[in-house]
């Protein structure tokens, strides 16, 4: 794709999202969709982020609110239950995080270098709500 | 839904604009997204009433700028629709990017331009500095002398423009109210003639086709945004030239009326020719034969097709011309005419001696009269006879004051 000249794409700034029909595309997965090299689901965009969301399973209570709020589709989550982040395509806007109701929350932002293990392990503890 | 066909004369009496909204009418335009502009609102006006009177069965959408009504044709040209709109001048000029959008997306849509001069100061009559100011942007652009012209280039302007080779958007240009007011006896086709002519609408990636879903508008960097503009001046260089050929071809068997890329009147034998384009071929032509009567050989080009420029062609035909006068309606700006620098270019690296001088007229509708093009003709046999230019090799044509000549 990268080395092709101007004689071997198709006309038109116009690019194609899958690879031949659609077909029911609604009752399907994204993992299983046949997605072109051109689509943005193909492309890793996460060298845009400066920060990265880690998500602690232990505190999730499947609420689902990352997964309405984020604005870049990368919460997934099957059968309602919280799996983890599409890292490809998450930019770090915090916005999970923002939206997490548990106490302590469930997912919080840590620099992009940072161990996920050893972040989880220091996860802060339940904090009193203050009478 | 069902919509009603006309019952046409074989010779109605129409303007430019209304044989154009004729066309639009008959080529059954799915979508015509405008703004109105003199001199080119009855056009849109026109398809706007017909779907009123249920003759058509498509979409006027009323926008609020000449740059949301290209971005509206665009969509829906996108979307799998036969697209038309009209404007003229600054109406063109705030479509400009649009334009760019439209040709560089592959998209076939007809845009009548009703040429008009750009302000200022404000002028509504005719020039081409409107079409001179888009002819860079990648779209087919036809001329059109008259009304009947009008009316025949936008049939042959969808068929050529939504061909799955070509896909590339088309001007059909006619002159600010000299052509689109004028009106004339028009032979027209039958509405079902004409609609076999154009053919129906063939989608191609259309984003109405959800089994194959497509992002149209993509952006590309320096990785390959000259790939793409590579293609598409390839397509347009050597596809379109054809294609052009092909349908004027196929317009003469059904009407009997016949195009070319370079129209030529009395070139046989020339000595000395004006090239010009619109209403003012016809006026070169009527004094081109009286000059014969006074026996100089004066022939007439006018140029059919703007945009690809007819290089080749032109090329040929003037080749044993010995003195040629380029007419540009349209200022300058700091340079010779563009008709005067692409003629040039044609016959640069040939054997050509051609003497070729450039005149500047008609600019905010000043009119060219038979008396002006007899000393135009006058003045370039006198080159010939000299073997030299005589003059400046650029001139204005009916300006007062003193005489201008540059360069």
Request: proline share 4%.
């Amino acid at each position: 794709m990268a080395n092709t000249g101007w004689d071997e794409f198709e006309i038109g700034a116009m690019l194609r999202t899958f690879d031949g029909e659609a077909g029911d595309i609604a009752s399907t997965l994204q993992e299983d969709r046949n997605y072109t090299q051109n689509s943005s689901f193909s492309a890793s965009v996460a060298d845009w982020r400066l920060e990265k969301p880690v998500f602690n399973k232990d505190y999730c209570i499947d609420c689902q609110f990352c997964w309405v709020y984020c604005p870049d589709i990368s919460i997934i989550s099957r059968d309602k239950k919280m799996i983890g982040i599409d890292m490809d395509h998450c930019k770090g806007c915090g916005i999970c995080v923002e939206v997490c109701p548990t106490n302590p929350k469930s997912l919080l932002m840590f620099p992009e270098q940072a161990d996920e293990e050893t972040e989880i392990a220091g996860w802060p503890a339940k904090e009193d709500k203050e009478k | 839904m069902a919509f009603d066909k006309l019952e046409l004369n074989d010779i109605e009496v129409w303007d430019g604009n209304h044989a154009a909204a004729q066309a639009l009418r008959q080529a059954q335009v799915d979508v015509v997204s405008a703004y109105p502009i003199t001199p080119s609102t009855a056009i849109v006006e026109g398809y706007a009433k017909f779907k009123s009177d249920n003759l058509v069965e498509g979409e006027f959408v009323m926008v609020e700028s000449e740059h949301a009504a290209m971005s509206g044709c665009i969509g829906a040209a996108a979307a799998g629709g036969r697209v038309a709109t009209a404007t003229a001048s600054q109406g063109l000029a705030l479509m400009a990017e649009t334009l760019y959008q439209a040709s560089g997306m592959r998209l076939p849509i007809i845009l009548n331009i009703v040429n008009r001069a750009l302000a200022a100061p404000l002028n509504v009559n005719c020039d081409h500095s409107d079409m001179y100011m888009v002819r860079d942007s990648g779209w087919i652009q036809f001329d059109a002398f008259s009304p009947q012209e009008a009316y025949d280039l936008n049939l042959i302007a969808f068929r050529v423009s939504e061909d799955h080779s070509v896909r590339l958007p088309a001007v059909v240009n006619q002159d600010g109210f000299l052509t689109s007011h004028t009106a004339q006896g028009i032979h027209t086709l039958t509405d079902d003639a004409a609609f076999n002519f154009v053919g129906e609408y063939k989608p191609m990636n259309d984003m109405l086709d959800f089994e194959h879903p497509v992002t149209h508008g993509v952006q590309t960097e320096e990785d390959w945004h000259f790939e793409h503009k590579a293609r598409q001046h390839s397509d347009t260089m050597n596809i379109v030239p054809g294609k052009i050929d092909e349908v004027f071809a196929a317009f003469e068997e059904l009407s009997g009326r016949k195009y070319n890329q370079v129209e030529t009147y009395n070139m046989e034998d020339a000595e000395v020719a004006v090239v010009c384009m619109g209403s003012s071929v016809e006026t070169a032509r009527e004094v081109a034969g009286e000059m014969r009567a006074k026996g100089i050989k004066a022939g007439v080009v006018g140029l059919r097709v703007v945009r690809p420029f007819p290089f080749m062609k032109i090329a040929e035909i003037l080749k044993d011309v010995k003195a040629v006068a380029a007419l540009d309606r349209s200022a300058p700006g700091g340079a010779a005419g563009m008709l005067f620098n692409e003629i040039a270019g044609s016959l640069f690296n040939t054997d050509s001696k051609m003497l070729l001088s450039g005149y500047i007229y008609g600019l905010g509708g000043r009119d060219l009269t038979k008396k002006h093009l007899v000393d135009l003709y006058t003045e370039l046999q006198a080159n010939a006879d000299a073997g030299k230019l005589l003059t400046q090799q650029q001139q204005f044509i009916g300006v007062r004051g003193p005489k201008l000549a540059f360069l």
